[in-house]
């Protein structure tokens, strides 16, 4: 699987749009990306996923760009619960191992 | 339907005792994994399993850890003999073979002193 490069961390003021940005450079053209957060204490949960076209639903719209080599999640209006760490993912749709890197730990400020 | 269903959901027991986690996928799911998390190292898959087979064991760190799947409905993890460099929270997971998510339960938190 593409390897993947997120921030750390980063803060969101609540109530704004939160953008999570993700590098997968070396993704190839069967590789989807998927999106999973782990709120504190949690089980991993999904969120979305793409391969090339922009994703939208009840939780987060997906922008991945034309060369595919990045993409961004979006939280439209950020609420206190969705401070959580946010894991991008790249993978082959059917492929069984989903192996996860460091993420983003996103804090949604009041 | 309950979701992944994971017990205990915290045990604390001495070095050298054996330890038993148990996991309940989602009906219908066909893919089980067992997942281990702390803070060094992060969410590490130690297993997974395809209709109750185990596919890939090679994250399971030594011979003191093992895992079984006797049926559809329930699948366990053993460390026996345990030592304090365990603990951590063990995440069970499900798929069923169309979707590409993972279902995960609420975890185990182990201790081991």
């Known amino acids: 699987d593409a390897k993947t490069t997120q921030p750390p961390s980063m803060d969101c003021a609540e109530g704004r749009a939160a953008n999570l940005p993700c590098n997968h450079s070396?993704?190839?053209?069967?590789?989807?990306v998927y999106w999973y957060r782990q709120i504190h204490s949690q089980g991993p949960q999904y969120i979305i996923h793409g391969l090339k076209n922009n994703e939208t639903n009840e939780m987060a719209s997906l922008i991945i760009t034309e060369d595919r080599k990045s993409s961004t999640l979006i939280l439209p209006h950020a609420t206190l619960r969705d401070t959580a760490v946010y894991y991008c993912?790249?993978?082959?749709?059917?492929?069984?191992?989903?192996?996860f890197g460091q993420g983003t730990r996103l804090t949604i400020n009041p | 339907d309950a979701g992944v269903i994971q017990s205990p959901r915290h045990e604390v027991t001495e070095m050298g005792q054996e330890v038993t986690l148990r996991c309940k996928p989602i009906s219908g799911h066909d893919y089980l994994f067992w997942y281990r998390q702390t803070m060094m190292r992060g969410l590490e898959l130690l297993i997974y399993?395809?209709?109750?087979?185990?596919?890939?064991d090679s994250g399971m760190p030594e011979d003191r850890f093992s895992a079984k799947m006797p049926n559809a409905s329930f699948s366990t993890l053993k460390i026996q003999p345990s030592e304090p460099r365990d603990s951590a929270v063990y995440f069970c997971a499900s798929r069923g073979l169309e979707t590409g998510e993972l279902f995960f339960g609420e975890g185990s938190r182990l201790t081991v002193l």
């Open positions: 070396t993704i190839s053209g069967n590789e989807y």
């Open positions: 993912i790249v993978r082959v749709k059917g492929a069984q191992k989903l192996v």
């Open positions: 399993f395809n209709n109750n087979v185990p596919i890939d």
